[in-house]
């Protein structure tokens, strides 16, 4: 089960920090990605870090470069998005979910599965 949290409305340029809770096994030997979905869009990929033995390598969307960083406490089960420097076309429900697919394609988010239930963030201009 995963579980996002820590959405809100922020101003342009702000910052928050979602989390994202594994709960019911370890995910350590997963991939974690960071999605999101604007209303009438589809769902896009934002972030990911990969697993331990993959070094934690992480993975972002042209878009969120910079300004997004995804991290992840193995000890606690969990996985971080630092979001700066928010804009208004950052608005989306985000989701964090798991895959073990290859490194390259974990980018995709038919690839990804458990997927948790969503955080709502709002960027006002």
């Known amino acids: 089960q995963l579980q996002a949290s820590g959405g809100g409305l922020v101003q342009a340029g702000g910052s928050l920090r979602l989390s994202c809770a594994a709960s019911g096994r370890t995910f350590s030997n997963f991939h974690m990605g960071w999605f999101r979905q604007a209303p009438g869009k589809e769902r896009e990929f934002v972030a990911a870090?990969?697993?331990?033995?993959?070094?934690?390598?992480?993975q972002y969307v042209d878009s969120v470069k910079g300004r997004f960083t995804v991290s992840r406490d193995i000890a606690k089960n969990m996985v971080y998005l630092q979001m700066n420097s928010l804009k208004p076309e950052d608005t989306a429900v985000y989701y964090c979910a798991v895959t073990q697919i290859l490194w390259a394609y974990a980018n995709i988010p038919r690839n990804y599965n458990n997927w948790g239930q969503g955080t709502l963030v709002t960027v006002s201009s």
């Open positions: 870090i990969a697993r331990r033995s993959y070094g934690e390598s992480t």
